[in-house]
């Protein structure tokens, strides 16, 4: 069987399964292979593969079989559609590749040869700001507007799916429609690495080095990666010095502040802590009901008949409280849903649909882990946070891990206050409020609390 012939079954099965289960389901399937009678598909998750399979399965067979296809068993494979994981399993160009493109760099942004494709959805518009991520947004729209280099690098980290490449490809756009002429570069970290590799093969060094220190903007994005790869590092480093010193804007992101990055050389370390570091932290509610809030909004415009019962976003806002991805799966999933069965998305609707991901989402955090790892944090004895001490170093950790158990438990304040050695509800309150107040004057205090927080959450 050819792509012609599944062509062909497509075209028919718009009209045997209908035009929105078509455009949902079908559409985004990808033509792998067919042999030994089983035709392959490639699709961007295992529900989309398990849907098909089920509700069209016998279906698309039935057409292949009107084509005379011998085809008696369908295979769904899951494939990555992130850009840049795409761009980096791209085969290495053959070294007259490499020369041949290097001399026509184009500034379009989809079209850079030395990094990545840039995602079309992130941009500033599409990109929610909240209390959580406003340091951070602000500092990205900074730099987007061009001008004099004012903070280099831009040194953005946070949590796994909090917005880091949406905004580095948000200011990469924005660059590049303000200048057209800006040769601006992003890559992941570990496509720097590739193309590092590469040119050392290909004998291609100069080349390597002279491109991209001639680029005007350059984003390496989840930078830790290169943590404990020496020459890479040492080859970024020189690239990194090269373009701060012709005042060129470097943007760089990654999972954790420089400091927290092991295996990275001091030298790197320190001057990833030259310009701006800002933090991106994690989303709290109100971030996360805007961001359902405008993908619905999205989805509606293409989608009009889409409807959701009052209080679904504000269930999924609330329940679901990881990454912004997680969240946009579960939604993608109830737009999928509610285009099949056509009516309202009800809450049940979407309890019974995304069961799976709110029991992953419902991961508790004990008051046991709260107080290893703030014991392990400050080098203290759990004897001694439950101890009735008060010196300093044992009753600040003590505070701290009893404002992280009204954080992240649902424990009430006696509670807590009865697991820490017996005491008293109002020591407990008086806890949470002195972190509380440190946390606004003191940043060591409320670095603690964050990394404590993180560290608990992961
Ligand atoms: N504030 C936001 N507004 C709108 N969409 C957001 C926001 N934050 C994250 N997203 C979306 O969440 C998804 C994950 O974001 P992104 O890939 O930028 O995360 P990341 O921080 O780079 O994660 P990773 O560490 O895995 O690389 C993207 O689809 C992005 O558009």
């Known amino acids: 069987m050819t792509n012609d012939t599944w062509g062909q079954a497509r075209e028919t099965l718009q009209t045997t399964i209908g035009k929105n289960n078509y455009q949902t389901w079908i559409e ?84 850079t040869i030395l990094g990545a494709p840039l995602d079309k959805r992130f941009t500033f518009d599409s990109f929610v700001v909240g209390k959580p991520n406003e340091l951070a947004h602000a500092a990205a729209r900074r730099v987007a507007e061009g001008g004099p ?16 490449t949406h905004l580095m490809h948000a200011i ?27 040119a050392l093969r290909d004998k291609q060094m100069m080349d390597f080095k002279s491109l991209f220190r001639s680029v005007d903007v350059l984003m390496v ?12 590092q040492d080859e970024f480093f020189h690239t990194f010095n090269a373009l701060i010193d012709q005042q060129k804007q470097i943007i760089i992101s990654a999972d954790r502040a420089p400091g927290e990055i092991d295996g990275l050389e001091e030298r790197i370390r320190s001057r990833l802590q030259w310009g701006l570091v800002v933090d991106l932290h994690p989303t709290d509610y109100e971030l996360r009901l805007g961001i359902l809030q405008q993908k619905v909004e999205l989805y509606r415009s293409q989608y009009q008949e889409l409807k959701i019962s009052d209080g679904v976003l504000e269930f999924l806002a609330h329940r679901i409280s ?19 069965v056509g009516r309202e998305i ?23 882990e709260i107080m290893r790892k703030t014991c392990d944090y400050y080098n203290v004895r759990m ?3 439950l ?72």
């Open 383 to 385: 004897s001694d946070l």
């Open 172 to 198: 990469a756009w924005e660059l590049q429609s303000r200048s057209p002429e800006l040769r601006v570069v992003y890559l992941s970290a570990e496509q720097f690495m590739y193309r590092f590799i590469q």
């Open 28 to 111: 985004p399937l990808t033509f792998v292979s067919c042999e030994g009678g089983v035709a392959e598909f490639g699709v961007q998750t295992s529900f989309q593969g398990d849907w098909v399979s089920r509700n069209f399965g016998d279906e698309i067979l039935r057409q292949f079989d009107k084509l005379g296809e011998p085809v008696d068993r369908l295979k769904f494979s899951v494939q990555s559609n992130r850009p840049r994981m795409a761009a980096a399993t791209k085969p290495s160009p053959t070294p007259e590749k490499f020369l041949k493109k290097s001399a026509q760099i184009t500034n379009a942004p989809d079209e």
């Open 387 to 458: 101890s009735p001490k008060r010196s300093r170093n044992i009753a600040r950790p003590r505070q701290m891990a009893m404002w992280l158990a009204k954080q992240l438990t649902q424990r009430s304040y006696p509670e807590i206050g009865k697991r820490f050695g017996n005491r008293d509800h109002t020591t407990v309150i008086h806890a949470v409020r002195k972190i509380d107040e440190l946390k606004a004057q003191d940043s060591q205090v409320a670095e603690d609390a964050e990394m404590l927080r993180r560290m608990l959450e992961a």
């Open 149 to 164: 280099v004012s903070f280099n690098p831009l040194f953005l980290y946070g949590g796994v799916g909090l917005g880091k």
């Open 346 to 368: 009800t809450l049940e609707m979407a309890q019974e649909s995304l069961a799976d991901i709110l029991r992953q989402s419902d991961r508790k955090v004990t008051m046991d």
């Open 322 to 340: 990881n990454n912004v991805r997680v969240l946009e799966g579960a939604l993608t999933r109830l737009f999928a849903l509610a285009s099949l």
């Open 221 to 232: 994005d989840d930078v830790q990666f290169i943590a404990g790869k020496d020459s890479t």
